[in-house]
């Protein structure tokens, strides 16, 4: 078998046929994949045309597989500078402008000079311009205010975000996921 274990991925499926995350795109290896369904721990819910063989028969890969159990969703989404940017769905919160991941920033609307804290509720996605334009002050004395007021969202708001933006559009530009998903401090 010469297959690398990154091509004939399989999209996984929670058991209530929702992806199990959207960012990243839930996928396991082909042979994760496989063998989670001969452990019966999900259903094969379509497949390739690609065949692999083994001494006694041949079976499918897996295309899309659903888990039997139901994975419950974390109620609260974990704050990272990249699901501030899911909820704001990549829109600098200051010109509206839509960007790409590496060109978007996130911004303080109190500053951290002013006592602003590192909250969902006060950052918000901003383009670099945009960020540089307000500098250190506060909204009302740059008259720049966020477009939406900045929320805590919930798990499935995010995941509304993530439908937005089809499979595979925002992976080129992220190169480092750690980076992207990496716990901001407050
Ligand atoms: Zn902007």
Excluded at 130 to 146: T, V, W, Y
Aim: proline fraction near 8%.
């Amino acid at each position: 078998m010469s297959m690398r274990g990154n091509t004939y991925p399989a999209l996984v499926l929670n058991a209530d046929f929702q992806p199990l995350n959207y960012f990243p795109l839930s996928l396991w290896s082909w042979q994760d994949a496989l063998k989670a369904v001969f452990l019966d721990r999900v259903n094969m819910v379509s497949e390739y045309d690609r065949q692999v063989h083994s001494p006694s028969h041949a079976v499918n890969l897996p295309s899309v597989i659903s888990l039997k159990k139901y994975v419950p969703q974390a109620r609260r989404p974990a704050f990272t500078r990249f699901n501030v940017f899911l909820r704001d769905r990549f829109c600098c919160q200051y010109c509206g402008g839509v960007y790409r991941a590496e060109d978007l920033t996130f911004d303080h609307v109190i500053p951290r000079s002013k006592g602003g804290m590192t909250t969902w509720t006060n950052v918000v996605t901003a383009c670099a311009p945009c960020n540089l334009r307000k500098g250190n002050r506060l909204p009302r004395q740059s008259g720049i205010q966020p477009l939406r007021t900045p929320m805590q969202p919930t798990t499935f708001q995010l995941q509304q975000s993530g439908r937005a933006f089809p499979p595979g559009y925002l992976h080129e530009g992220w190169g480092d996921f750690l980076y992207w998903d990496a716990e901001l401090e407050s």
